[in-house]
């Protein structure tokens, strides 16, 4: 029976090939952060420059801690200009560069514009905010009109019946009817917050919602008759 000794084992394919994966990675994740060709041509290095890298201080022994702590062998340096630079030398490397730091980012962009569409489609007021594991959606115009239009599309039209939502008691009532609402048609608990608003600012309903409660929002609201 025939073996395979160390020195015949393959070896590991060079990251240089997967500029291009990693570069449009980036994009996707809205990471900001530069790919060029490091000092060993098989190699990529990664400047970053953005606030959503995982690691919690801007640091390279904070860089380091966070790619041994994934698994990650690379190296990490500093640029001229301060900048963490982190030195990627395998495919794999860059591979699982991508699937723990940017996909998180990836998934939420994609699910937050993809709610976002559905949202503007059906004619509603709203601001959506994203994050590596939530997005949050305010909704905020005269009479919450588009917090009761959401409800309505969900088979809850009347939902603000017999609330004053012009004050304080009647908008948090409203947050905590929605509340019950979406955790009914998401499945699991959705966070809602009421903001009674002032002279200048309009009153709000915000949801923050998880990456799946947002996709399973979005997959119900897609398949809501349009309204006018």
């Given amino acids: 029976m025939d073996t395979i000794s160390p020195d015949d084992a393959a070896p590991p394919r060079p990251a240089a090939p997967l500029h291009a994966t990693l570069t449009s990675a980036l994009e996707e994740a809205r990471f900001e952060a530069q790919v060029s060709p490091g000092a060993d041509d098989s190699a990529l290095d ?84 994203v994050s590596a594991h939530f997005i949050e959606v305010a909704l905020a115009d005269a009479n919450l009109h588009s917090a009761v239009k959401v409800a309505a599309l969900l088979s809850a039209p009347g939902i603000a019946d017999g609330l004053n939502v012009h004050r304080p008691r009647g908008v948090r009532r409203l947050a905590d009817r929605v509340r019950w609402l979406l955790t009914g048609v998401v499945g699991s608990e959705v966070d809602i917050t009421a903001d009674p608003g002032c002279a200048h600012v309009q009153e709000h309903l915000t949801l923050r919602a998880t990456i799946d409660q947002a996709r399973r929002l979005t997959q119900r609201l897609l398949h809501a008759p349009h309204s006018g």
């Fill in 46 to 129: 990664l400047t970053v420059y953005s606030s959503k890298a995982p690691w919690q201080e801007t640091t390279p022994e904070a860089a380091s801690a966070w790619l041994a702590e994934n698994g990650l062998a690379a190296e990490v340096s500093l640029n001229d200009g301060y900048c963490i630079v982190i030195t990627l030398y395998t495919a794999r490397a860059v591979e699982k560069f991508i699937a723990v730091a940017l996909d998180p980012w990836m998934r939420a962009h994609t699910t937050a514009t993809q709610l976002a569409d559905v949202l503007d489609a059906h004619g509603l007021t709203f601001d959506v905010d």
